[in-house]
């Protein structure tokens, strides 16, 4: 998995998103901001940006397993203090899954439009279950025409559709769609998407998974475009740990109002700092 790092200061690391042609580059924003007072951490997931996008199973245990293996490296380089983290749509699961599996490695969570609490169905099916469609993947991936169904789906005007739904608004930002349509013909680009359409990626017992989440976190989330349907949001409205903030904005609500989006992150991390004191004192 390749790593961005910059700054100095306590680590957070950044976990962006999945999609047809996600990578690190969803969290620029993020990473420039923070590395003026954090040791800030961007990694591109296992089949995305600059990671080994070879073909192989892509499934949430191989995203957790690296976020812990980045988080080992994190407290190498940082010291063993707990690692605040901020993910992206289907990141946290992943990062809420390593949060769970390991809590004393792990700080304040921020969840920008998390996965899993959408419509009104309940996710929580066997420990370790995934939504994944073996039928649908075997089909996608037949050679003769699986390179040509990817590249489709990644055509840059492909692309700016897509990221309009993001933000639902025409008024995406023009530097991460031409890192999109680069990072998209990269060779093998197409291995995890395809197990990303095929359900493969996706939890099917989040619902517990967020559940058991201990730490503090603070979920994010806009009110336009694709990303705006959180009927299942009580399942961890009603946490004491959680705190849920609504913006005026599409999925990712740093790329259209920076301001806000910092002023309410930076409060919830002195707010969960000040609480991790009180416990140790």
């Known amino acids: ?86 993910a992206c749509s289907l990141g946290c699961e992943f990062l809420a899954r390593a949060a769970v599996e390991q809590p004393d490695t792990w700080g304040a969570l921020a969840f920008v ?75 093998g680009a197409r291995f995890a998407p395809l197990h990303f359409i095929a359900g493969s990626l996706f939890s099917d017992d989040i619902h517990d998974v967020y559940e058991k989440a201990s730490q503090p976190v603070w979920m994010s989330r806009g009110v336009r475009g694709d990303f705006a349907d959180y009927r299942s949001d009580a399942v961890v409205r009603k946490l004491p740990n959680w705190k849920i903030d609504t913006f005026q904005t599409g999925a990712l609500p740093y790329f259209e109002v920076p301001h806000d989006f910092f002023t309410a992150f930076n409060a919830f991390l002195q707010n969960a700092r000040r609480g991790d004191q009180r416990k140790v004192g």
Request: with cysteine; net charge positive.
């Open 113 to 187: 439009s998390p996965t899993g609490l959408n419509g009104t169905r309940v996710r929580r099916g066997p420990p370790g279950s995934t939504r994944a469609m073996p039928l649908l993947h075997s089909t996608l991936s037949v050679p003769l025409w699986s390179n040509a169904l990817y590249r489709g789906l990644t055509h840059p005007a492909v692309i700016r559709y897509f990221l309009e739904r993001t933000w639902g608004s025409k008024s995406i930002d023009e530097t991460l769609w031409s890192y999109d349509v680069a990072t998209a013909r990269q060779p």
């Open 1 to 86: 998995m390749s790593c961005y790092m910059a700054g100095n200061g306590p680590p957070l690391l950044l976990v962006h998103s999945v999609n047809a042609a996600a990578s690190a580059a969803e969290v620029r924003p993020l990473f420039d901001h923070f590395a003026a007072t954090r040791t800030v951490f961007a990694v591109d997931l296992p089949g995305f940006g600059f990671s080994e996008r070879s073909d192989r199973p892509y499934d949430p245990w191989l995203m957790t397993n690296a976020l812990q293996g980045m988080a080992t490296q994190i407290q190498r380089l940082c010291g063993c203090e707990p690692i605040d983290a901020l």
